[in-house]
């Protein structure tokens, strides 16, 4: 479920395009809400990868396995294993709410 941080280096999108030198305080409040050089983007996230893959029968889930019998010493014992072929991603799904992106630079609590 992780990886959903920025990989760039040294490019925070949520930063102001002025100079770094600015104060907490002296912060405008506008550019948290956009990205750097954008001016139509938000901090939220709306789609995410999902991590859900179907099979070739067109079941859905996060991992498939299948029963094999092996015969041991004259017994059988039933052994789950675990199918990697053959499967799709389920690709990228939209989110019933929308999150904060995870590279947002304020700190959020509650009162």
């Known amino acids: 479920m992780g990886g ?6 040294g490019v925070w999108p949520f930063s102001s395009s002025g100079a770094g030198g ?3 305080g ?6 948290l809400a956009r990205l750097r050089g954008s001016k139509n983007t938000t901090p ?13 029968d067109g079941d859905l889930a996060h991992e ?4 094999t019998v092996v015969t041991k010493n004259g017994r059988k014992k039933a052994k ?6 053959n ?5 990228i799904v939209k989110l019933d ?5 995870v590279d947002f630079p304020v700190i959020l609590y509650e009162i």
């Not at 959903?4 to 280096?9: F, I």
């Open 4 to 9: 959903s941080g920025s990989k760039t280096k």
């Open 22 to 24: 600015e104060a907490p």
């Open 26 to 31: 002296e912060i405008d409040e506008q550019c």
């Open 44 to 56: 939220f996230v709306f789609t995410r990868r999902s991590s859900l893959y179907f099979d070739e």
């Open 64 to 67: 498939f396995y299948e029963e």
């Open 80 to 85: 789950l294993k675990r199918i990697q072929k």
């Open 87 to 91: 499967l799709i991603p389920q690709g």
């Open 97 to 101: 709410h929308p999150r904060i992106h």
